[in-house]
Structure formats: structure tokens, C-alpha cells
């Protein structure tokens, strides 16, 4: 699968056509102030995925409710955030919002 960096994911997220989708890897826990594990993939508009990847090209797996907003709102500024909650489950469709997150570096 072809992965982005998260300036060039950013970039591309914020294109017209583009969506972001989120995957849950493992489900929050209740107990673990629901941690869990979530991948962010962005969409272009032809319909090729990309998988947001650290510097060392590892999925960047997000942990928490927090890095979540962060991410989704400060970084990615998405329309609307649809947090899948069952393992294995992705959900689609969400927008960036060109020019209302933090600017690209």
C-alpha cells in the first residue's frame, strides 16, 4: 500500500476529492481511559489510498482520544470525525477543511 509522510498526507487531504479514512486496529478499552489503536488513511480523488506513516516508514498508529482530536482537528482540520470502535471496522467520508488546520510546514 502506498503511505504518506504527514506533510504530504496532509497536503493531499486537503485536495479536492480527497477523503480520510480512519481504521481501528484494536478496540477502546474502558479501562485503559479507551486507548486504543486507530490508522488514518487519506483518499484522492482518483481513489488511490495512502497510509500516514512515520518518519522510519511505520504505520503511524494513533492511541488515544486525544491524539485522535488532535490530529483530526489541529493537524488534518476534517468537516467531521467518525471514530470506528470495533476492531477491523473503517469508516469514511470525512473531509479536510483547506486552510483551517495548522498550517503544513
Do not use: Q
Not at 506533510?7 to 484494536?26: H, P
Not at 479501562?31 to 483518499?43: D, K, M, N, T
Amino acid at each position: 500500500m502506498p503511505v504518506l509522510l504527514e506533510r504530504d498526507f496532509r497536503k493531499m487531504a486537503a485536495t479536492e476529492g480527497a477523503t480520510v479514512e480512519i481504521e481501528c486496529v484494536s478496540a477502546p478499552d474502558p479501562e485503559g481511559r479507551f486507548s486504543g489503536e486507530w490508522l488514518f488513511y487519506v483518499v484522492n480523488a482518483s481513489g488511490e489510498r495512502f497510509m500516514l506513516v512515520t518518519a522510519l516508514a511505520r504505520e503511524r498508529i494513533v492511541n488515544s482520544p486525544i491524539g485522535m482530536f488532535g490530529l483530526a482537528f489541529g493537524k488534518l482540520a476534517l468537516d467531521h470525525l467518525d471514530v470506528p470502535a470495533v476492531a477491523g471496522d473503517v469508516r469514511r467520508g470525512m473531509r479536510s477543511l483547506a486552510g483551517r488546520g495548522d498550517p503544513v510546514e
